[in-house]
């Protein structure tokens, strides 16, 4: 094998962080995964968000959740739709996990890992609404392509939502 038969280096819109995890955090993830979470390299065809939640509701997928609190307060003022938060960032998946459950939250459901992965394997028109906040530190030119608000990934996100 050669250099030139190698598959591309994937660019990626995120760095794997670490982060240590309260004993809180630790405990909500080991216990709510199971029933919240959906991780996404697992996932082996196309993504039926309605099973996620066992019911149907308008859908907002969230990219990049962080720490969740902004999710976990727009859900819980908002519970007639369904909230999808995305991220990669494990202790910011357990906050949210951990919120989720004391504010009582049905509407919100979690996925581990590239939120464009998840996005290509969604319906077309299956999204109310794509929350993103305070995205893409990445202000050098040649990071730019790393950026998730560049015009493919917006035109994948477009083609999700419904009209
Ligand atoms: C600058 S932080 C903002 C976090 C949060 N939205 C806020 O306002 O505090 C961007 C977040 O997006 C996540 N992220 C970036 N690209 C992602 C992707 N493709 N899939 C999932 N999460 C991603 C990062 O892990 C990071 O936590």
Same mark, same amino acid.
């Given at each position: ?28 993830? *080991? ?18 968000p ?8 308008p859908l907002v997928l969230e990219i990049g959740s ?5 999710t976990?307060?727009m ?6 739709r369904h909230y999808l938060a995305v ?24 996925a *581990?890992?590239?939120a464009l992965?998840l996005v290509?394997?969604m319906?077309e028109g299956c999204l109310d609404a794509v929350h993103v906040y305070?995205p ?12 998730i608000i560049?015009?493919?990934h917006v035109a994948l996100l477009r083609s999700r939502l419904a009209?």
């Amino acid at each position: 094998m050669t250099l030139t038969d190698l598959p591309a280096a994937r660019i990626r819109t995120f760095h794997p962080r670490r982060g240590r995890m309260s004993d809180r955090q630790r405990d909500a993830l *080991e216990r709510l995964w199971p029933a919240y979470g959906l991780r996404i390299a697992a996932l082996d065809g196309p993504c039926d968000p309605a099973a996620l939640f066992g019911r149907r509701a308008p859908l907002v997928l969230e990219i990049g959740s962080g720490m969740g609190d902004a999710t976990a307060a727009m859900a819980a003022a908002d519970r007639d739709r369904h909230y999808l938060a995305v991220e990669v960032h494990t202790p910011g998946i357990a906050n949210l996990l951990d919120l989720v459950e004391r504010h009582g939250l049905d509407n919100v459901r979690v996925a *581990e890992g590239d939120a464009l992965d998840l996005v290509r394997a969604m319906p077309e028109g299956c999204l109310d609404a794509v929350h993103v906040y305070f995205p893409d530190p990445w202000p050098k030119t040649r990071h730019h392509k790393r950026r998730i608000i560049q015009p493919a990934h917006v035109a994948l996100l477009r083609s999700r939502l419904a009209p």
